[in-house]
């Protein structure tokens, strides 16, 4: 859980923060200001995760990746300079990264999340990982669980992208708009003003861990009255996850045609695994998961930025507990998994 | 240059993109993002246009800016900054306004797709004319706080950005902000007001001092009053505010006891204004309240403590004789223009509005709540503006792969609707209002005033601001007769005399065109002896309902419109709202075959009306 740290904010602070105070509150800010986040991954997504992060204004953040830039990195991680192709992509980020906002601190971590031990992950206060595997996953999940610390992940493959949430125990509070009479005086005859009042009411949300998310059983009549409607988004994320787990890569857009008949495969195996209703998972939907597109990038990012915001500050109800982006439809939902 | 790794795309999308030229209008926040998607997505041709330049307040969002940006231009920092993500694309920055010769159709005719990331209405109406003239396709978009909006709008496909009537600027009843204030706004715009009258451009519009005109308080006995000193106009007999300001040298406490003291206790002399409202008390300035107050422990930002009225009069003194520094510092005859960003203005407005407050029993507020209503603050986030760039650089390659049909608007709400959806696409295209007076094919509107009355510089600035028109010319159909022409001084020598001394009478036609926008307009006259001003009639004038409160507060504005008149009335644009979006509504409770309802709502300066 984030303090609320009570040190009144700087001038430069309050001028450079000064629209989204507007927005969320001085006490929102003070709450950023005081959290740590850690961001595993930096491809473009972690790249969109760490700018809206950074911009957000938190006390710090550490970009974890153990992964050489390539080439393809490029096309959507914009913290990396092009030069630096070659190099780890957590050091090679940090320069724009301390760019794009001075007041906070900037750490990296060159590891293997394999190699970090539990304690690790839970000295921050937000872990967002991205570009793992289920079981990497998995257990970064339950390390934050069990300390009580948030865990986010999401990925984006191609133009399709999902986030997961576990805030585990949540307390927030949401402003709520009332409409009140108003009366100016005893013998007011003017019409009635109508004003609107907004109170702050106080909330909590109880997560479960991705496996529950993950291994949510489809046979169950409540689950299966969701396949009605019709948006196969969770099923694309399943197949990703497990050609990543068979093949330790994500699809491979030099391998496009043959990536696809595999990711095709996939779709039939899981299909007929969950009883899937037959063409539920459309083709289509597997033919646009190559690389990583800028522009889902951006729109992933940015809801699992303002998420880690939400996350954070303590304000506005968060997305419980998954978000997937659809770019066939260009729908974007939150659904809960696993409860 | 290509997309940059073949595979990410099929084929055919990766040659459109590497053939195509698009451009982005507006490098702030929006604008930003969009163009880091488009150089990292491998777009080779890409042109910026933005007038703006950099500010602190923009740094967290605009994240092509870093602090020693400051002060620069928003086009070339953000095109330099851009080519450091992918050095091989071409980029062409105009630190520029949009609405210039410079960008006519045949400029606009060279692009495959032009991004609007516009943070107002004036510039988003004319890109939208010059695409419809280009036929080009446009991609529109907006944000407000956590809710955003994406949009195509493309010449016979769908509805143009302004096929539905806006909702109109909020604003308020003169005698309300001169006499009879009840709300915080009523001191502020009272309050920026003062500011023009006192070191602005001068506007009678803008009267400050007790409008003795005010029906309410007509045959009262404050009448005495207004036989003793007022004239017909309205205003009590005296000079202009501004020349007895400088008569006294603007001596804080002579203008404070006119506007706090004397001008309340001539207010109170009306007597049928207070016979059911609470009276105002007229303040002496050597004794306000909060004088001998100690300090009070503050939490929170120093501009979130409330001022006391003591301190008020005190930030009254020190920001009049800042203002009349800088004042007389310009040439004879320039003005200070109203900036929520300088210090001395915006304690000046803080200041009056509290002190005004105060008089009127009306909350005080903090200078931090006051720049946000006197300035118009939509607040805008990083999150929300990438997330609205991604949706619409994804729209702009369904576009290039020859799937337009398929890109309806899509809406970010603030928070999921009752399906669970955050992003939420419409499920079809919105088809284009036959009445438009736009992109109809014959674009044709009724502009009802008083022919007696209206002058033909009142005309021209109805095609200005009504109907957004940069050079109108008008010639009466049938005749060819011109009546006003956007050459200078061809019909200026008119400018006085009343449409019916130049010969135009009810019903007549007048055929308006603007080069520039290659936009041509029939606009048929109609008599209205009432109408004070002139406001227009379109075929499809159904009042706009007000807008969802819930949407208000999600939006975090306090303007919206108010379910007023629906009709663009004779509203004078001034500063734009400075967020970087004005459109966000979205009704998608039942799915329903109707075509979706939608709404734009605006939170712009206010406009008083004479009443």
Known sequence: ?339 | MVARVAGVFNEQLTEAIANSKILVVGAGGIGCEILKNLVLTGFPSIEIIDLDTIDVSNLNRQFLFHKEHVGKSKAQVAKDSALSFNPNVNIIAHHDSVISNDYGVSYFKQFNIVMNALDNRVARNHVNRMCLAANVPLIETGTAGYAGQVELIKKGLTQCYECQPKAPQKSFPGCTIRNTPSEPIHCIVWAKHLFNQLFGEEDPDQDVSPDTADPEAAGDAGASALSAEGNTAGNVERKSTRSWAADTNYDAEKLFTKLFGDDIRYLLSMENLWKKRRPPTPLVWDNLPGKDDAPIQHSGLPDQRVWSVHECAQVFASSCSALQKDLKSRPEGDHLVWDKDERSAMDFVTACANIRAHIFNIPLKSRFEIKSMAGNIIPAIATANAIVAGLAVLRAQSILKGEIENCTSVYLRPKVNHRGQLFVPERTLTAANPKCYVCAPKPEVGLACNLKALTLKDLTSAFKEGLNMQAPDATVEGKGLVVLSSEPGETDHNNDKTLEQIGLNDGCALLVDDFLQNYEVRVRLQQEDEEKSWRLVTDADTPMPAPKEEEKSANGSNGGSSGNDPKPGPSRPKEDSESDMEIVEEDDDEPTMKPPKRRRTAMSDEVVELC
């Not at chain 1, 409607?229 to 045609?257: A, H, T």
């Open chain 1, 1 to 339: 859980m984030v303090e609320n740290n009570e040190m009144e904010l700087s001038e430069a602070e309050a001028e450079q923060y000064d629209r989204q105070i507007r927005l969320w509150g001085l006490e929102s800010q003070k709450r950023l200001r005081a959290a740590k986040v850690l961001i595993i991954g930096m491809n473009g997504l972690g790249a969109e995760i760490a700018k809206n992060v950074i911009l957000s204004g938190v006390k710090s953040v550490c970009l974890l990746d153990n992964e050489k830039l390539k080439e393809i990195d490029l096309y959507s991680q914009f913290l990396s300079p092009p030069d630096k192709i070659g190099e780890n992509r957590a050091e090679a980020s940090v320069q724009r990264a301390k760019a794009l906002n001075p007041m906070v601190e900037i750490t990296t971590e060159t590891k293997s999340v394999d190699n970090l031990t539990d304690s690790y992950f839970t000295q921050f206060d937000v872990v967002c990982a991205t570009g793992l595997k289920q079981e990497q996953l998995e257990r970064i999940n339950n390390a934050c669980r069990d300390s009580n610390k948030k865990f986010l992940c999401g990925d984006v493959w191609g133009m399709y992208g999902y986030m997961f949430a576990d805030l585990v125990d949540h307390e927030y509070s949401e402003e709520i708009v009332q409409h009140k009479a108003l009366k100016r005086g005893p013998d007011d005859t003017e019409k009635t003003a109508r004003e609107t009042v907004s109170i702050t009411v106080k909330r909590r949300a109880i997560y479960v861990p991705l496996q529950n998310a993950l291994s949510v059983d489809w046979m169950n009549p409540e689950m299966r009255s969701r396949l009605r409607r019709g948006d196969p988004s969770y099923f694309v994320m399943k197949i990703l996850l497990r050609f990543k787990d068979e093949y330790n890569r994500n699809p491979d857009p030099s391998k496009r045609k043959e990536d696809t008949a595999i990711l095709l495969r996939m779709r039939d195996e899981i299909v007929k695994e969950l009883s899937l209703p037959a063409n539920f998972i459309v083709d289509a939907l597997l033919q646009d998961v190559f690389g990583t597109v800028s522009g889902a990038a951006a729109v992933i990012g940015g809801v699992i930025g303002q998420e880690v915001v939400k996350a954070v500050s303590q304000r506005e109800p968060p997305h419980n507990n998954m978000f997937f982006f659809n770019p066939l439809k260009c729908v974007g939902f939150v659904e809960l998994y696993g409860q």
